[in-house]
């Protein structure tokens, strides 16, 4: 398995296959011993952050292209497209149940519908780029890490 110019990767949470977002604007994902399975094309940059849902179900990925896009983990197919960003999306994470979406990128994080890639909330205070966001254990709040040192904690 060679990753190439790979900007992320992340184990499925059975352990049987690893995802990574690549600069060839792929995302690739593999079984454990290395084989190929599943190429997802449809950015139009490189991949910069990705992450399996936690059950497994979903891919989720964020782009220089300015989207953050979900993915069927076992056909390949475009579920949503996460959209609403005026620069790169960095880092994209999954609350522990699965349901909602952090999306960080230049100066703004955003939070989604994991069902249906929904915007249900953005926050667009720092001033300089956000690296990446998190949710709290409860899902209650999120943290947001920016280059500027500041890192904030928002109530959901």
């Known amino acids: 398995m060679a990753f190439g110019w790979g900007e992320a990767a992340a184990f499925s949470p059975d352990g049987k296959h690893i995802v990574a977002g690549l600069l060839d604007h792929t995302v690739r994902v ?23 849902s936690p059950d497994g179900k979903r891919i989720a990925t964020a782009s220089d292209d300015r989207t953050g896009r979900i993915w069927d983990a076992a056909d390949g197919r475009v579920v949503a497209i996460l959209r609403g960003y005026k620069s790169f999306v960095r880092r994209i994470a999954y609350s522990l149940d699965g349901k909602r979406l952090i999306t960080a990128g230049a100066q703004a994080a955003a939070v989604w519908d994991a069902a249906d890639g929904r915007m249900l909330a953005l926050t667009e205070r720092h001033k300089k780029t956000i690296w990446d966001a998190a949710f709290s254990p409860d899902g209650k709040r999120i943290v947001t890490a920016c280059s500027d040192g500041i890192a904030r904690v928002w109530a959901m």
């Open 30 to 52: 593999w079984d454990a011993a290395g084989k190929e399975v599943m190429i997802l094309r449809g950015h139009e940059d490189g991949v910069n952050s990705v992450v399996f």
